[in-house]
């Protein structure tokens, strides 16, 4: 299922997460940005001899209206896997402006790569894509061979939890005192054992968190949980979110909600 908040699919795997505690949440703000860092595998390499993986299809990336209106312009970096078909299986979001990240997304996943191979093996691999959109209403791309790097698993690595401070400021209530509810912009999926998958669990898992002013997730509790080693995944995944925060006239506050990840393998 899809939220407010895109969710990604992985195969065999559908994970649906409502915000709980919270009202509809509306597109973010114009100045809102998207960031994340994650941990990189083994390269293939990194010098300028390395073969740049080859676009067979580019699905042009249209120019928000709403981002044009805003007169909001610039990059939007994109960690991309390519299967060793040349599909696009997924894409994850390192930076750029919240108007302009969906329509990149978008885009990217319509791409098509050749085959990759290397050392006469043909891999999955990832690199980097940049859309930079300017104001005129132009979309360029810039992709580096540099940043070409080979999948050992099949997809991309679990996302480490995010060691954060336990905020300790005041914390409010969505739809009280006129605060408003948090928007989410950048959602990593958890990433699940083959082993649950399996075993065919099936459930909700549900968090108690603090999305701060900062945006960033905090004080996260499981309050329902399936078994430990998904729990412990959806925490990880979760405590890589990031939102635009909550506010209470007009200023970010930190809020308290509540998060269900439903697990259907």
Do not use: C
């Not at 007169?71 to 894409?91: C, F, H, S, T, Y």
């Not at 509810?181 to 990593?188: C, E, H, K, N, T």
């Amino acid at each position: 299922m899809r939220s407010p908040f895109e969710l990604l699919l992985s195969a065999g795997l559908l994970v649906g997460v409502q915000l709980l505690n919270a009202q509809s949440l509306s597109q973010p703000s114009a100045n809102a940005r998207v960031s994340s860092d994650t941990k990189q595998p083994s390269d293939v390499g990194r010098s300028p001899s390395v073969p740049p993986v080859a676009l067979v299809h580019q699905q042009r990336a249209k120019y928000p209206s709403e981002a044009r209106h805003a007169k909001v312009a610039g990059p939007v970096v994109l960690d991309v896997l390519i299967a060793r078909n040349g599909d696009v299986q997924d894409v994850r979001v390192v930076s750029g402006d919240a108007l302009l990240v969906p329509a990149a997304v978008d885009a990217v996943r319509k791409w098509t790569y050749q085959t990759y191979i290397l050392s006469d093996q043909t891999l999955a691999v990832r690199t980097e894509v940049t859309l930079n959109f300017a104001l005129d209403g132009k979309v360029s791309t810039l992709e580096s061979p540099r940043s070409l790097q080979k999948v050992e698993d099949g997809g991309f690595p679990a996302p480490a939890e995010r060691t954060v401070p336990q905020y300790t400021g005041e914390v409010f209530r969505v739809g009280r005192e006129g605060v408003t509810a948090p928007r989410v912009l950048y959602s990593p999926e958890p990433r699940y054992s083959e082993e649950a998958r399996r075993e065919k669990l099936r459930g909700p898992v549900i968090l108690t968190m603090v999305v701060t002013p900062a945006g960033q997730t905090s004080n996260i509790k499981v309050s329902k949980g399936l078994r430990q080693d998904i729990d412990s995944q959806v925490v990880a995944a979760v405590s890589q979110w990031q939102f635009n925060p909550a506010t209470k006239n007009g200023k970010p506050v930190a809020v308290l909600i509540s998060v269900q990840v439903d697990f259907q393998p």
